[in-house]
């Protein structure tokens, strides 16, 4: 009896902690409204396969392989499901991952931060505020100033130069 109680206080504790830390981090659910909603068959017939897998299945491009990550030109990176600006190319930073990676949004709210449990490790999942797009993860061993980097798929952005 007593090894149960510890066992319920437990689980508990943990699940507390994992709502406050959800809630800390601004972290959308399942019943997240955005401005941009659309059917399965919507995003399909608007978004090559390549986009939808990551922006709307949540995967993850190949390192090295994506458009953008060497990418050295001035303009804005928009969101590839939706053309929300999200990132200047003046925040882009060689992170040697093989991925675009930026220390800062554009805006703060052009960006909502999740948390991803996925593949048996715990990340900040990044999506587009305004369609709920997954764009990569963000993590804290980025450049000054602000110490972030945002480590997107190039094909769930565009690119338009300046």
Not at 18 to 47: G, R
Request: hydrophobic share 30%; glycine share 8%.
């Amino acid at each position: 009896m007593r090894l149960s109680l510890i066992a319920l206080l437990a689980i508990g504790f943990f699940s507390f902690s994992a709502c406050a830390q959800n809630q800390s981090k601004n972290v959308p659910d399942t019943e997240t409204n955005f401005p941009i909603m659309k059917t399965d068959n919507e995003w399909k017939a608007t978004l090559t396969p390549e986009q939808y897998y990551i922006l709307r299945e949540k995967g993850t491009e190949r390192a090295f392989t994506g458009a953008y990550y060497n990418n050295h030109e001035k303009g804005t990176y928009y969101c590839a499901g939706c053309n929300q600006a999200l990132f200047n190319a003046e925040t882009k930073f060689e992170s040697g991952t093989g991925w675009p990676s930026f220390w800062q949004p554009i805006e703060k709210t052009a960006v909502i931060v999740g948390q991803d449990n996925s593949h048996g490790m715990s990340r900040d999942e990044v999506l587009c505020s305004n369609c709920g797009g997954h764009l990569g993860h963000v993590f804290d061993d980025g450049p000054n100033p602000t110490g972030l980097r945002y480590c997107m798929n190039s094909a769930a952005m565009k690119f338009e130069k300046q």
